[in-house]
């Protein structure tokens, strides 16, 4: 649907938007949605450092407070700028990821070179705490 070219554009718009004054890191996140549209979230930091939201949940938290939901999400795009390699999400984000998009879903990582890395959300986080889990 989404080129990586499309997507690469569509995750520097948020990646451009990020507020990063205490780690000066980027993130930035576009959920690619079934009917085609997408939606975006950059990681917002803040001076309590722990308040920091990262730019998957700020994607995921939009994308549910209008109304979306999980079978609305075909896959999330991430882009960084790390030292080495690609960025992947940290434990937060999977386990959040994990409850509010299909464990089928694609996950596209994407770094500042165009170098990407694909999985699903159940390679990001396999053995993932549920619902399923807690009592009634
Ligand atoms: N961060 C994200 O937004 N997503 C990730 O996948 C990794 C980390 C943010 C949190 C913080 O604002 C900055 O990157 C440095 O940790």
Redesign the pocket.
């Known amino acids: 649907m989404y080129s990586i070219e499309e997507k690469y554009n569509l995750a520097k718009l948020a990646y451009d938007n990020?507020y990063?004054p205490?780690?000066n890191?980027?993130?930035g996140?576009v959920l690619i949605l079934k009917d085609g549209s997408y939606i975006t979230g950059?990681?917002?930091?803040n001076a309590s450092y722990g308040l920091?939201?990262?730019?998957?949940?700020?994607a995921l938290f939009t994308a549910y407070s209008k109304g979306l939901r999980k079978d609305d999400i075909l896959e999330i795009v991430?882009l960084?700028n790390p030292v080495k390699g690609i960025?992947?999400?940290?434990g937060a984000?999977r386990q959040v990821i994990s409850e509010l998009m299909n464990m089928d879903a694609k996950v596209t990582m994407i770094n500042l070179k165009k170098e990407v890395f694909e999985c699903t959300v159940k390679d990001l986080i396999p053995f993932a705490f549920t619902s399923g889990d807690l009592h009634e």
């Open positions: 990020a990063v205490y780690s890191f980027r993130v996140a950059s990681n917002i930091e920091t939201n990262c730019a998957e949940r700020s991430i960084a960025t992947s999400p940290c984000c």
